[in-house]
């Protein structure tokens, strides 16, 4: 049963360009959860999916940051037109229905030039 | 909004002794609260977790102190080694909106 997987692990952009990010949950998961975690901080909610439907993304920044969970397929964080500001570890967890314990994936650390 | 508040930032223990890390939180809607260890480069594993109607829960050398009444708990481990050199984060999970609050992590490092 293979763990929450992150690709790609490590992301290099250039400003303006677009990044895309994936995730695919644990078997069996239907919940998924995206972090950032900037250097020397702590990890910061950004959004809460289930399939086909967005449930919190209170803690997504209002422009350019969008996420989906589709029917098939991994989830996908999609940053455009990137700054450096958006430089960071970009972690996904996934947790079964109604459970609390989240899994973490090993993260995706994008580099904005 | 800081909703789950941890401290210190960093720990420096010797090898054998007793590492302490506190987290506070403010919601009381807040019903399960986990620690999670990482290690450099890696995501988050969680390492131990305990409910607010428990008061302590031990797992090997590593245990969860909870006070309800102070929304305050804290994280101990015993005989502490360099391999528990890692990042610490607490947490506070909400079941009405199922979301993870996470502190701002603590960086544990074990000298011998």
């Known amino acids: 049963n293979a763990g929450v997987m992150q690709n790609p692990r490590h992301l290099v952009r250039r400003r303006g360009q677009e990044a895309r990010l994936r995730c695919s949950p644990m078997k069996g998961h239907s919940h998924v959860y995206w972090y950032r975690q900037l250097p020397e901080e702590g990890l910061k909610f950004m959004v809460y999916?289930?399939?086909?439907?967005?449930?919190?993304e209170s803690g997504m920044p209002k422009e350019r940051f969008s996420a989906e969970f589709p029917k098939e397929g991994p989830s996908i964080l999609r940053i455009q037109q990137v700054v450096r500001g958006d430089s960071a570890a970009y972690f996904c967890?996934?947790?079964?229905?109604?459970?609390?314990?989240?899994?973490f994936g090993q993260g995706t650390r994008l580099t904005v030039v | 909004q800081q909703q789950v508040k941890q401290s210190p930032q960093s720990l420096i223990v010797q090898k054998g002794g007793i590492s302490i890390i506190n987290c506070a939180y403010e919601n009381t809607a807040f019903d399960y609260f986990p620690w999670y260890q990482q290690f450099p480069g890696k995501g988050p594993a969680l390492l131990i977790a305990i409910r607010p109607d428990v008061s302590e829960k031990k797992e090997g050398r590593f245990t969860i102190s909870f006070n309800k009444s102070a929304k305050q708990f804290s994280l101990h481990i015993m005989d502490s080694q360099p391999g528990d050199s890692a990042t610490y984060f607490c947490?506070?999970?909400?079941?009405?909106?199922?979301?993870?609050?996470f502190g701002t992590g603590t960086r544990l490092t074990i000298i011998p």
């Open positions: 947490a506070a999970y909400n079941f009405g909106n199922e979301k993870l609050t």
């Open positions: 967890a996934s947790s079964p229905q109604t459970e609390n314990e989240a899994f």
């Open positions: 999916l289930q399939k086909e439907n967005i449930i919190d």
